[in-house]
């Protein structure tokens, strides 16, 4: 794989090599909102710089744009991806989760020596509302061109002009697309819980869960909630959803019960309070939550460990 050049090595005699290479973390952010994956996100930017580079000099700078050409190259590869996903999805073993990020500080203070200068993107990820996991969740549920109409335009604010070049249809078009996906988003919503009421809410669950406290589970738990787990086949997971308030809180005592010395930290999974399961020191679950009012109402457990890269180091502090 070619490798992009850092900002501190970049050759200043290059007209807009660094506009360029300052698009990096716009286009991560845009390409793991699509995808779903942090790792196909940075494979999807790496693709789109590789197409950049490969273009002569006066090829370059017949481009008016640099930042906007490369946003409609990674659009599209983006679209592309998300156009055999749902093949690669059927070959996937179990659910498929979308692969969860760890806050930015987080993150840093987890590396080896501290260093803010990782070149791994997940520091480099904005954790916002779009990236709340029920909402990429939603997303999944949308057509490719649905999908990136919808993150396009009302997430990075993009002209439905500009969409309609990277989706191959009209503006029109486009903005129907966007419409439909904002349908879908409006439908799943859920009340908003506050910050404070969320954190407190996966406290209290983490502490029945450590305590074996079934009822305790059961009364933290929304009767009609869903747990689902994500192993990928490379690790023990349930394959189907779990559904019900008791049927999920047996489970959780059952998987507690296997893995004696497993240790439950509280931690930010894609900018809401979640949980990181340890196991000997080493992260073997991420597991987001979908509140509304003060019961949880989802689970979403995050065990296929090429999903967990990003957590590799992060530890109890």
């Not at 692969?99 to 993150?107: C, Q």
């Not at 990236?131 to 997303?139: G, R």
């Not at 404070?196 to 406290?203: D, E, K």
């Not at 738990?221 to 994500?230: S, Y």
Request: glycine fraction near 10%; include cysteine.
């Amino acid at each position: 794989m070619s490798t992009i050049p850092s900002e501190s090595g970049l050759d200043r005699s290059e007209p807009g090599l660094s506009v360029v290479v300052g698009e990096r973390r716009q286009l991560i952010n845009l390409a793991y909102r699509l995808l779903g994956s942090l790792a196909e996100a940075e494979d999807a930017v790496q693709e789109a710089y590789t197409r950049w580079y490969a273009m002569s000099r006066q090829q370059q700078e017949a481009i008016e744009s640099p930042g906007a050409w490369l946003t409609t190259v990674a659009g599209r590869i983006c679209l592309d991806l998300l156009g055999s996903a749902r093949v690669r999805r059927e070959r996937y073993v179990g659910e498929w989760i979308p692969e969860p990020l760890p806050d930015r500080t987080e993150w840093i203070s987890g590396r080896a020596g501290g260093g803010a200068e990782s070149a791994d993107p997940a520091d480099r990820v904005t954790l916002d509302e779009s990236v709340d996991m029920a909402f990429l969740v939603v997303l999944e549920s949308m057509t490719p061109a649905e999908r990136v109409a919808f993150i396009l335009h009302d997430v990075f604010r993009y002209p439905f002009t500009e969409i309609a070049e990277i989706v191959g249809r009209t503006p029109a078009a486009c903005r129907q697309l966007a419409s439909s996906a904002r349908r879908r988003v409006r439908a799943a919503q859920a009340p908003v819980v506050p910050t404070a009421g969320q954190a407190g809410l996966v406290r209290h669950f983490k502490e029945a869960w450590e305590a074996k406290d079934i009822e305790a589970l059961v009364g933290l738990l929304d009767p009609d909630a869903t747990m689902v787990a994500d192993g990928g086949g490379l690790v023990g997971a349930v394959l189907h959803p779990v559904e019900g308030s008791e049927h999920i809180a047996a489970y959780l005592i059952h998987i507690a019960g296997k893995a004696p010395g497993m240790t439950l930290l509280e931690r930010t999974v894609n900018g809401r309070p979640g949980l990181v399961a340890q196991h000997g020191g080493v992260t073997v679950t991420v597991a987001a939550f979908g509140l509304a009012g003060d019961r949880i109402t989802r689970i979403w457990a995050v065990r296929n460990p090429d999903k967990l890269r990003p957590w590799t180091g992060i530890g109890p502090n």
